[in-house]
């Protein structure tokens, strides 16, 4: 992989990155404007020109533009706006990325920003805004917020239909002012990265850049942040007790660094020492606010107890002292996973990273982590998030918090608590005693350099024994990566999996201690695996409504299948596969498989046929809109099936979203995608308003799926390729990682129908997905219904 920065003669930054290896590209524009830069008469302005850029360019409107476009082609989009910047980026197959950047240019250049345009996006903004209103994280950093004197980082950032107001040629002119007055080349940056040569992306970089206009004048640098006096606070929220530990620093770097350290799980870090005395079950690193001159951080811990509140902040200041003085060999070995993680993510997301100051800095993070000591020393504010009853209000953002100042005592560091550590440490591989018996071990792609073994149940592993297995193994797993290999536990498209990777004697080694932990599963580890179970669905329940009910579709699938699940996840077989490795190897892990605590059968699809789905499924939501999942399966299990089902999911998603968000702007959510959970293949139909019932949406779904009949009856043979093409580029595309192919092999393996080849392509002709249309209007009585049902 190369990387390259230059600069074009209009003053317009680029990174270009060039990896041969890449089977996706991406590219993205960051402008250094954003919501901390709005004129005071129009708070949301900058927010409102974001979503009206995807509404049509002067060279790209209507189904070119790429909002419409880009999706029909197989790949995503997305824009943020945050306070000191806005971002619009994508991800395609690399033969199209010259035609995406083209239209992604067009739009941050010549924005049509249509009066017809301005008042749906704004109906979309209000929606949005409301879904914000009862979403936790933004609740918290809005209540950060205040704890410091009066900034631009407390006004109303999202904007809705009453700060907009109804003089649209007014807000019009507003946008126009502000897009002119802004976005220009001095404030840009262009990321482009793919497999393209480097000479390549410049070129299309150039191009690109060059259509911006120099000239214009940079934002007034924003006011400081100064904590104010009562800069401790508590906010009333539902779910378990929380601390929010939030530092103000210069912008730093190593943030990936510091990410990787806070979220190490090996015996001796700061999260096993805070889980070991019960004190908290998880943490997290968030950036709340980023500008150019100043960074707050945030760490985050979930407590057990709120009374324990006091000594995991202790702790944490132990740690944090601690870390200022680890080696420059301790911050290489960090930094080195933080890379690992870094480019196991989709193009688009490492280039998210990159501009929102995540991505790892090797140069800044092996040579000396500066900034450690400055974030060791600097002040502290305290956020304390409880369900208690406060009485005191705050408004800040738009938004009425349930928060109040608090007055408690300063925590010092606990020099004397828990014995930290951080590695490398010196390690060995004792190989252990194999049992003289062989479990049945399916080996694949033999003698293949790297090795992958799988395993997984052969059935549905119960709630919570999913998150039970996942803490029994993290200290185990956390271990394997500080010795080169990796031992993940997750739960894929609602089936629970264990991968383990590496080299032979750490993989054989690490079985033999998967065998001992998973044979000893205290009464302590089950609670606390209940406790996350518990954790995770009340945070659904407090999520935004359609996130619930994604959430809880493989669920309902999978419940189709194993009404009653065994109640332990270990009395029931699991099925093993290796992949790659010598013969040795097999046969040493196949010994130690004898001794896993559940029996190995071969590695064999037992999945049971579905029972009907119910009418709809009701989940409780706390959001008060109305929601609604509608997923349809294959009509018949084979390949040509599954990819008309493919290619009609890629002609409805456009014109979906075209038809409900657009033209009739029923909410902020609107979604139409192919989607595989749990063994099942289909078409998923999202949807979330704030004024129609779920009646109302099912019947607009309906509705689409009617009048798009005579659309799939005339498409024309140009389009049909298109289609067709971007489908097999799609699934040609494989994960690059080790065990993100394996990963990727193994749900193929999951799904009941055959995977669609270039022969099954050809014979699905115009006239045939028409006739798969037609059984998929008929057959409605498949389709699963999610619907919320709101509730305090």
Known sequence: MQQQQRRLNNGLRVELISDPQATRASALFQVDVGSHHEPDAWPGLAHLLEHLLFAGSQAFQDQQRLMAWLPAQGGRLNATTLGSSTACFFECAPEILADALARLTDMLVAPLLAEQAIRQEVATIDAECRLLADHQDTLCDAALSAAFRPHPWQRFLTGNAEVFGNDTAALRAALQQFHQRYYHAGNITLWVQGPQSMDALWQLARQAGAAFPSGGVPPLPLPALIPDSSCDLALQLGGAPRLRL????????????????????????????????????????????????????????????????????????????????????????????????????????????????????????????????????????????????????????????????????????????????????????????????????????????????????????????????????????????????????????????????????????????????????????????????????????????????????????????????????????????????????????????????????????????????????????????????????????????????????????????????????????????????????GILFALQSPHLTTAQLSAHIDLFLAEIDATIATISAETWWEKCHALLAEQHQMPAGVLEGSRHRWLLTQQNAPQPDLADLSALTPAVLWQYHQRLLADSQRAWHLVNHPCS
Not at 311 to 322: N, S
Not at 429 to 435: A, E
Not at 472 to 489: D, F, K, P, S, T
Request: with cysteine; glycine share 6%.
């Open 246 to 681: 939030s530092f103000l620093l210069d912008r730093p770097g190593g943030l990936a660094l510091l990410r990787q350290l806070l979220l190490d799980e090996a015996p001796g870090s700061l999260m096993a020492a805070l889980r070991e005395q019960e004190w908290c079950d998880d943490i997290r690193l968030l950036l709340p606010y980023r500008s150019a001159q100043q960074t707050v951080i945030s760490i985050e811990l979930v407590l057990v107890d709120a009374r324990e509140a006091e000594r995991a902040e202790a702790l944490v200041r132990h740690w944090l002292m601690q870390l200022a003085a680890i080696t420059a060999g301790q911050r290489a070995h960090y930094a080195q996973l933080a890379r690992r993680q870094f480019f196991r993510l989709t193009v688009m997301d490492q280039l998210r990273e990159r501009a929102f100051g995540f991505a790892p800095e090797q140069d800044r993070e092996e040579s000396g982590g500066l900034w450690f000591a400055q974030l060791s020393a600097a002040p502290v504010m305290r956020l304390w998030i409880t369900n208690s009853q406060l009485v005191g209000r705050v408004q800040v953002q738009g938004l009425s918090l349930a928060c109040q100042p608090q007055t408690r005592r300063v925590v010092q560091a606990d020099a004397a608590g828990a014995v930290l550590s951080f590695f490398p440490q010196p390690h060995s591989h004792t190989l252990p005693l194999l049992p003289l018996r062989q479990a049945a071990l399916a080996h694949h792609r033999p003698d293949e350099e790297s090795s992958v073994l799988l395993l997984s149940p052969a059935g549905e592993l119960p709630a919570p024994w999913g998150q039970i297995l996942h803490i029994r193994l993290r200290a185990l797993a956390a271990a394997c990566i500080h010795q080169g290999g990796e031992l993940v536990v997750s739960c894929q498209q609602g089936r629970w999996l264990i991968q383990l990777q590496g080299e032979a004697a750490l993989m054989v080694s690490t079985l033999a201690s998967i065998n001992d932990l998973l044979g000893d599963i205290s009464p302590a580890v089950i609670a606390r695996g209940k406790r996350d179970y518990q954790r995770q669905q009340q945070a659904r329940h407090d999520d935004i409504a359609i996130r619930a009910l994604f959430n809880a579709l493989p669920e309902q699938l999978l419940s189709a299948h194993y009404p009653t699940a065994q109640a332990h996840p270990l009395t029931q077989p699991w099925c093993a596969v290796l992949e790659g490795g010598n013969h040795l190897l097999h046969q040493q892990l196949s010994c130690l498989l004898s001794d896993f605590p559940a029996a190995i059968a071969p590695a064999a699809r037992t999945m049971p046929p579905p029972l009907p789905p119910p009418l709809h499924a009701v989940v409780a939501t706390r959001s008060q809109e109305s929601a609604l999942l509608r997923f349809c399966p294959l009509v018949e299990e084979s390949a040509a099936c599954l990819a008309a089902w493919q290619l009609l999911a890629m002609i409805y998603q456009p014109l979906f979203f075209q038809r409900l968000r657009v033209e009739l702007n029923i909410g902020y959510v609107v979604s139409c995608r192919f989607y595989q959970a749990a063994g099942q293949s």
